[in-house]
């Protein structure tokens, strides 16, 4: 029996439906072929939670070390394609900058300057959440930490949604634009010119502290920033996509601000920035009854794992009191959990804060601007593509 005949959901399965509304063509996956072959992805797809979850955790099984993965190819070797001692020492490189002690007692103040600043410049100008304040928090806060001062926050945004742009096209099996190559050699060149400057943040404490080899920091750096800036955006665009959507939660938040970490989780666990991660499979290995070949790419749902109703009750509902919202795999479990998740935390709960804020003092409040609303869209990466909002009057609150 090939593979079409012994998973014909899978077999039928389109990069459309994927990119535009997936989640009907991930329940049925995982209620009836919980591991799969996509054909339009020529990768097996884990969409059960317990199996993600045996998948993200088993690195020796299930590994990024592979010349085949997508990220790697386009920005270079990184903590994200490396496994065992590398991978720590890579990753160790950035551990100190990301702790939750230093987020909480260095970073979240400027962060919130920020979101406050970039929050009433959104407002009075384009009325734009992604452009106008998720995109341009992330950009200066992971800019701001690397020691990237002087770099254009609007030019780096650009590179990233190139960046994103390629690494989708590597995946669908089209060609990748030539000029990537001198986009990232332009990122690079501002990375090689702060290793030589005594006082740039977490690129100076890299050349010093000698964890990694001169020649391995500008693809890291690269790496870093890439998470930092393409998910984070999307992270907080599509937790005001949320709660605009529902406006009901928006209006909880307004008198009690200690649920916007519920919020928050709720819109992880819903709409994760990135839909799935990569795997290719170290030997041949039986993940759910099924016999996944040595070498095979194996894709990971995190959508899927974390719409999965054995885990979560009524799982396509946005439910800021759901008890175990944070059981979501959005950051990713096991070594290659996500190394920026407090940050990336703290500027959405201060893009939130600053709206509730903004509200408060101005006695107005804001909404989706309906005739230009958009969905949360993209194969890999999801976001609303834009979310305008409109401002009036506060009644009846």
């Known amino acids: 029996m090939d593979r079409a005949e012994q998973f014909p959901i899978g077999a039928e399965v389109t990069v459309d439906e994927l990119t535009e509304t997936p989640y009907e063509v991930l329940d049925r996956l995982r209620l009836h072929e919980p591991v799969s072959f996509l054909p339009a992805l020529n990768a097996w797809w884990i969409t059960r939670r317990d199996l993600a979850l045996e998948a993200m955790t088993n690195a020796e099984t299930f590994t990024v070390d592979d010349d085949r993965f997508t990220t790697a190819r386009i920005l270079g070797t990184s903590m994200l394609n490396l496994d065992g001692p590398e991978h720590v020492r890579h990753r160790s490189a950035f551990v100190a900058p990301f702790r939750p002690k230093f987020v909480r007692e260095v970073l979240e103040a400027q962060i919130t ?22 995109g341009p928090l992330a950009v200066e806060t992971i800019l701001d930490l690397m020691g990237l001062d002087d770099v254009d926050s609007t030019e780096v945004l650009s590179w990233y949604s190139a960046f994103g742009e390629a690494i989708t096209s590597l995946t669908v099996g089209a060609a990748v634009p030539p000029e990537i190559d001198s986009t990232l050699a332009r990122l690079k060149s501002y990375v090689e010119t702060a290793m030589s400057i005594d006082d740039a943040g977490v690129i100076t404490d890299l050349v010093t502290n000698g964890v990694l080899r ?10 870093v920033l890439f998470g930092a800036i393409e998910t984070s955006e999307a992270m907080t665009t599509n937790a005001f996509w949320h709660l605009l959507t529902h406006p009901e939660s928006w209006h909880r938040l307004r008198s009690d601000r200690s649920l916007i970490p519920h919020a928050i989780n709720e819109s992880l666990r819903l709409e994760p920035a990135a839909t799935w991660v990569d795997r290719y499979t170290t030997t041949n290995v039986e993940l759910g009854s099924v016999m996944i070949p040595s070498g095979e790419l194996v894709s990971i749902s995190l959508l899927g794992a974390n719409r999965d109703p054995d885990a979560f009750d009524n799982p396509g509902a946005f439910d800021i009191d759901r008890p175990n919202l944070a059981q979501h795999v959005t950051f990713v479990k096991g070594p290659h959990a996500c190394l920026g998740l407090h940050v990336a935390r703290a500027e959405t709960q201060a893009a939130i804060e600053a709206a ?21 869209h993209g194969l890999i990466f999801r976001r609303p593509e834009h979310l305008h909002i409109t401002s009036g009057e506060r009644r009846g609150y």
């Open 113 to 134: 300057t920020a979101a406050t600043r970039l929050w009433n410049e959104t407002v009075s100008g384009s009325g734009e959440i992604r452009t106008g304040i998720a």
């Open 356 to 376: 509730l804020t903004w509200e408060a003092e101005t006695g107005q409040a804001i909404a989706l601007e309906h005739e230009r609303a958009q969905s949360p």
């Open 214 to 223: 001169r020649d391995e920091i500008p693809a890291a750096v690269a790496v």
